[in-house]
Structures are given as structure tokens and as C-alpha cells.
């Protein structure tokens, strides 16, 4: 840095009325913005009883085959079990809407069709629109009151690599690195309140600023609806996943009399 540094004194009101409010509005509008998100939350649907089935018939396959080594399952009721699934699997017993009919479409449904996925991509719009709309209101409300402001000096050095991140609006090259604009000041509180808002509003808040970054608006890319998960061709690959795990099977207590004698010094050579 060069010997010749400009000095600046800064008016205390500067830091009354353009720090401070800056600060206080970018907390206040985090706070509001969460529960704001919370009342456009709407409940969660109740799925029907064939679908928490469909799920559920998955899931008990996967627990099946997580314990197919070790398991604490006797070697007849594991097979049983697993046979019966993979019966059931290739029947298409345990799909919400029954087993598939042989000129039925191979192509999962349109989720454009569904009013559950219209609903929850609608939620997650006008979501994304409460995250964004204040940050640009924000924005604009600093560049046309405050802008070209000098707020405050950091109290630590720093190396010119950090000159423009923190001198945005201010075309100075002889100021010292360490002073901070208004608008940089926008972007230091955008990503460090995210401590403050998991201290008030707990961890699991809408305001955190790190999820504007990785909405499709932010990163200029418009959001594609999900597909909607084919249980058929799911329970089909479940069905030789189980396949493949029966033929591993051990059981945890095969020998299991003779192990334990061995550990405490009680198996005879005879045995």
C-alpha cells in the first residue's frame, strides 16, 4: 500500500443515519420475510392410504436388504420375506393404482396434470418472490439515497484483492482498502446476518440469505418442473436388488454357541 494514503474523518451522521438504517432495515426485512414465508407455507396435503402403501412397500425392501449380512433374521423367514416382495413387486400389488395394464403408456404422467405439483410449484414461486423482491427493493433504495457514501473503516488490514468487493460505487484507487461503501455494505450484512437470523429466528429460517444464491432466478435459469417417480420401474429394480441380496444372506447367529464358548475359554477340542 502506498505511503501516501488519503486520510478520511467521517461525519457522525453518517453513521446515524445511513449505517445504522442500512443495518436496521436489512434486519427487520429478514425477520419480516420469514414470517412472511411462513403464511404462504400451506400445510402439507395428506397422501392417500395406497400411496403412504406404495412408499412404505419400498422402504421395508430396502430395510430387508440393508440387514442381508448379519441378519437378525433366521435364514427361512428372511427368504420368505424376500420372495414375497419380489412376488408382490412383479405383480404390481403394491401400486397406488394397481398393477399396470398391458396397453397402459410406458411414459410417466405429464406433472403438469397433477394439481399437487401445480400447487407445491406454485408455493415455491411465490417463495422465491418474497426471497427476491425486498433484496432488489433494497438494492435500489441504497443506490438512489446513498450511493457513492463512504460508511465505515474496517478495524483490520487487508490485502488490495478486497478493494473492489469492498469499495463498489467508488472509483478511488488511492483510498484505502479497508473503507466500505454503502452498497458494499448491502452485500457484507446480505451474507453475514445468516448468524444473527439462526439466533433469533432459530436455525431453520427463511431468511437466510444463502438460499436467494441458489434460487433459478438468481442463477438466471428457469426452473423445470420434476418428474413424477415411476413406482412400477422402481419396484421392478427393487425386485432384482432383493434378488441380489438373497444371495448374500448370513445370519448373525449362525455358530453363535460355539463363538461364544470360544470367547470365554469353554470350547473343548472335541467340539
Known amino acids: 500500500m502506498s505511503s501516501n494514503a488519503v486520510s478520511l474523518y467521517l461525519d457522525p451522521q453518517i453513521r446515524d443515519w445511513v449505517l445504522f438504517p442500512i443495518t436496521l432495515v436489512m434486519i427487520l426485512v429478514g425477520i419480516l420475510r420469514h ?21 412404505r412397500a419400498l422402504v421395508r425392501s430396502q430395510i430387508l436388504r440393508a440387514t442381508s449380512t448379519n441378519s437378525p433374521i433366521s435364514e427361512s423367514f428372511y427368504k420368505s420375506i424376500s420372495r414375497n416382495l419380489s412376488q408382490a413387486f412383479e405383480a404390481g400389488t403394491y401400486l397406488k393404482d394397481g398393477p399396470p395394464k398391458a396397453d397402459a403408456p410406458s411414459t410417466p404422467p405429464n406433472p403438469l396434470s397433477d394439481p399437487n405439483a401445480m400447487d407445491g410449484m406454485m408455493a415455491g414461486m411465490k417463495t422465491q418472490m418474497v426471497m427476491m423482491v425486498p433484496q432488489m427493493v433494497i438494492m435500489g433504495w441504497i443506490n438512489f439515497f446513498f450511493q457513492g457514501f463512504v460508511l465505515i473503516k474496517l478495524p483490520f488490514p487487508l490485502t488490495l484483492g478486497f478493494k473492489s468487493m ?47 444464491m441458489t434460487t433459478p432466478f438468481a442463477a438466471g435459469v428457469p426452473q423445470a418442473p420434476g418428474q413424477a ?18 444371495g448374500l444372506y448370513s445370519w448373525v ?15 473343548h477340542s472335541s467340539l
Open 35 to 55: 414470517y412472511v414465508v411462513i403464511l404462504l407455507q400451506s400445510p402439507p396435503k395428506k397422501l392417500p392410504r395406497a400411496a403412504i402403501r406404495e412408499q
Open 253 to 267: 447367529g449362525k455358530d453363535v454357541e460355539q463363538r461364544v464358548l470360544r470367547r470365554y475359554g469353554k470350547l
Open 229 to 246: 417417480q415411476d413406482y412400477n420401474k422402481l419396484l421392478k429394480a427393487e425386485k432384482d436388488n432383493l434378488e441380489l441380496a438373497e
Open 166 to 212: 469492498l469499495q463498489r460505487g467508488i472509483e478511488t484507487p488511492d483510498m484505502d482498502v479497508r473503507w466500505v461503501s454503502s452498497l458494499s455494505w448491502y452485500f457484507l450484512n446480505f451474507f453475514g446476518l445468516n448468524g444473527l437470523y439462526r439466533l433469533i429466528l432459530g436455525g431453520d429460517n427463511a431468511a437466510d440469505s444463502t438460499r436467494d
